[in-house]
């Protein structure tokens, strides 16, 4: 059974940094692409981006290249979302999610979700 | 890219049939048999519903199904339970992204 665990929530202040995981079990992780999507309060979902861990290509949405970072560590099975700087309107559930073994097919698998609240 | 276009709201009695639509394009929808629909109660994760525009995954119920015609896919529930009442999002596929749709908040009255 394929299970992604994600990290507890964060509650941050503006300009702190941050790294989110989740962790996959059940499945080859290095073979299917896995990834990330935030859900702001009372909104829809929003696709952010991608990793491939056996290799670490990585993929973004333009919506959020530049403004997060994926990677992930194969031999722990984990994928990552950091902020260098966050602000206010970071503040969502974010999601991973294992996408197939072709990079943009949608996903099949969801972690729980992270709260991340960023307030001063 | 944009998001794929649903509907904001669908209702239904018990027992009745909906259709959630959810329209793209032929760089998305239109051009690739990679639809997908997920369910998401409130405080919960997304669950997936339906793949690759007709499939249904183990376990879920046979009273999902999906369809799809030109750019616009199709997700029917037939037979609405109270426990169908959810937000829906349909997803597909592109060359370089992954789309969403807006979703759409499915009432049974």
């Known amino acids: 059974e394929v299970q992604l665990v994600q990290s507890g929530a964060e509650v941050k202040k503006p300009g702190e940094s941050l790294k989110i995981s989740c962790e996959a079990s059940g499945y080859s992780f290095s073979s299917y692409w896995i990834g990330w999507v935030r859900q702001m309060p009372g909104k829809g979902l929003e696709w952010m981006g991608i990793i491939y861990p056996g290799d670490s290509d990585t993929r973004y949405s333009p919506s959020f290249q530049g403004q997060v970072t994926i990677s992930a560590d194969k031999s722990i099975s984990t994928a990552y979302l950091q902020w260098s700087s966050l602000k206010a309107s970071d503040t969502a559930m974010y999601y991973c999610?294992?996408?197939?073994?072709?990079?943009?097919?949608?996903?099949?698998?969801w972690g729980q979700g992270t709260l991340v609240t960023v307030s001063s | 890219q944009s998001a794929l276009t649903q509907p904001a709201s669908v209702s239904g009695s018990p027992g009745q049939s909906i259709t959630i639509s959810c329209t793209g394009t032929?760089?998305?929808?239109?051009?690739?048999?990679?639809v997908s629909w997920y369910q998401q109660h409130p405080g919960k994760a997304p669950k997936l519903m339906i793949y690759?525009?007709?499939n249904r995954p183990s376990g879920v119920s046979n009273r999902f199904s999906g369809s799809k015609s030109g750019n616009t896919a199709s997700l029917t529930i037939s037979g609405l339970q109270a426990e169908d009442e959810a937000d829906y999002y349909c997803s597909s596929y592109t060359r370089s992204s992954t789309l969403f749709g807006g979703g759409t908040k499915l009432t049974v009255l």
């Open positions: 690759e525009v007709t």
């Open positions: 999610a294992r996408h197939g073994r072709v990079a943009t097919i949608p996903p099949d698998s």
């Open positions: 032929s760089s998305d929808v239109g051009g690739y048999n990679y």
